[in-house]
C-alpha cells in the first residue's frame, strides 16, 4: 500500500487515457496539505488524479469541498458467502465467446450506465464506450462471461455477467440486462449461474463493486443476500482539462 500523502502513477489508465494519470492516497487531509499534493502533481506533469474517500473522513471531504470538487462516483462494494443449496438459473444462461464481442458491446454500455467515466464531463463519450469495450474484450478473452438468451441457440442476447478472479473471491464486474428485458428474472438467472461458476472454481464467496447512484442495482445485490461492506467517494482531480 502507498504511503498516505502519496501519488502513484497509473500505467494502464495513463495509456489508455493518452495522458498522465495518476491515484492520490490521502486520508485526513488537510485543506493546505491537500493544495500542496495538486501542486505536486501538476509540476510531475500530471493531468489527472483519482482520489478515493472513505465517507466518514470529515477532514478529507472537507478539503475537497474547500478545493471546489464533489465526488464523481459513490461506490458500495458488496459480498456474500456462495449459498449452501445453489439455485438453478430459472432461465438459459451459457458461456460467450470473445467473437460475441459486437453483439454483447450494447449490454456491456448499458452496465455502465452510471459509470464515473460515462458521468465525468471532461471525459468525451468515447472514453467510457473504448473503456467498456475493452473490458468485454478481457473477459471474453478469459472464457468469464455468461450470456442470458432468449430460448435456440441461436436467440438473441438478453443479458450478461462477466467475473474476474480476485485472491479468494470471485468478483462480478459488468451486470446487465437489455433494458426491454427487465424484470423478468434474467439477473437472477445470471446470478445463479455465477454462484455455480464460482463454486466449480473452488471459490467460497462473489462479490461486487456497484454505484450509490444505481438504487435500483444495489436493492438487486441486496435483495440476493449481500452485504455491504465497503463505500468509497471517487473524486477525479483534474489539474489540466483534457483538450
Known amino acids: 500500500m502507498p504511503a498516505i500523502g502519496s501519488i502513484t502513477h497509473l500505467e494502464w489508465d495513463s495509456a489508455f487515457l493518452g495522458f498522465p494519470t495518476g491515484q492520490l492516497y490521502a486520508s485526513g487531509m488537510a485543506t493546505e496539505a491537500l493544495r500542496a499534493l495538486l501542486a505536486q502533481a501538476q509540476k510531475e506533469g500530471y493531468k489527472l488524479l483519482y482520489w478515493f474517500v472513505r465517507p466518514d473522513d470529515a477532514a478529507s471531504l472537507a ?19 456462495l449459498p449452501p443449496l445453489l439455485p438453478s438459473p430459472l432461465a438459459p444462461v451459457q458461456r460467450a465467446a470473445p467473437t ?16 464515473r467515466f460515462r458521468l465525468d464531463p471532461l471525459f468525451g463519450p468515447a472514453v467510457f464506450e473504448q473503456l467498456y469495450a475493452q473490458w468485454l474484450q478481457n ?21 450478461l455477467l462477466t467475473l474476474e478472479k480476485q485472491a479468494a473471491e470471485l468478483t462480478i464486474g459488468l451486470l446487465a440486462v437489455d ?40 436493492r438487486f445485490y441486496e435483495r440476493a ?7 468509497q467517494l471517487v473524486f477525479h482531480l483534474w489539474l489540466t482539462p483534457p483538450q
Open 100 to 115: 460475441d464481442a459486437p453483439e454483447l458491446l450494447s449490454l456491456a454500455l448499458q452496465s455502465g450506465a452510471y459509470s
Open 63 to 81: 478539503a475537497a469541498r474547500a478545493v471546489g470538487i464533489t465526488p464523481a462516483d459513490d461506490k458500495h462494494t458488496y459480498a456474500r458467502a
Open 225 to 231: 443476500g449481500f452485504a455491504l461492506i465497503e463505500r
Open 139 to 159: 473477459a471474453l478473452n478469459n472464457d468469464k462471461v455468461l450470456v442470458c438468451r432468449q430460448p435456440g441457440t441461436e436467440g438473441a442476447a438478453l443479458g
Open 179 to 218: 433494458s426491454r428485458w427487465r424484470q423478468q428474472g434474467i439477473g437472477q438467472a445470471l446470478l445463479a449461474a455465477a454462484y455455480q461458476e464460482a463454486q466449480a472454481a473452488g471459490y467460497t464467496a462473489l462479490r461486487v463493486t456497484t454505484q450509490g447512484a444505481n438504487p435500483v442495482a444495489c
